[in-house]
């Protein structure tokens, strides 16, 4: 008996916090930049038929990789406790180079090159 009693009361307290809130909050006028969606690279206001920027694609697709690259990269520290420290010396400068590879790679390419 007395868990409903106190189950009642619960959903009655939080019942009425509930509706005290809906009253006591007011909206502000909603903006139409504010409700619009937002997407990162696209102007909200303009065609949704717009042509996809493929410079934008190519950024986002570099960031993801060598963002990846570094979370490959976190494991090394801790391995470098239990192992050997001429091969964790050569297999994390063989990994830092190959990086290095492809960063100077997508440079020469020109895909870090922002054009608008």
């Not at 005290?20 to 997407?39: V, W, Y």
């Not at 990789?65 to 420290?85: A, C, G, R």
């Not at 990994?95 to 100077?104: R, T, V």
Request: glycine letters at 2%; charged letters at 10%; aromatic letters at 14%.
């Amino acid at each position: 008996m007395i868990i409903t009693i106190l189950s009642i009361t619960i959903f009655l307290i939080s019942f009425a916090l509930i509706i005290i809130n809906n009253l006591i909050s007011f909206k502000m006028i909603t903006d139409r930049e504010k409700s619009s969606p937002f997407e990162c690279g696209f102007d909200p206001k303009s065609s949704p038929r717009m042509p996809f920027s493929l410079q934008f694609f190519l950024i986002a697709m570099i960031f993801l990789i060598f963002d990846i690259e570094i979370t490959l990269l976190l494991p090394i520290i801790v391995t470098m406790k239990i192992s050997n420290p001429y091969t964790f010396i050569m297999i994390s400068s063989i990994f830092i180079l190959i990086l290095l590879i492809g960063l100077y790679h997508e440079w020469k390419q020109g895909a870090l090159n922002w054009a608008y």
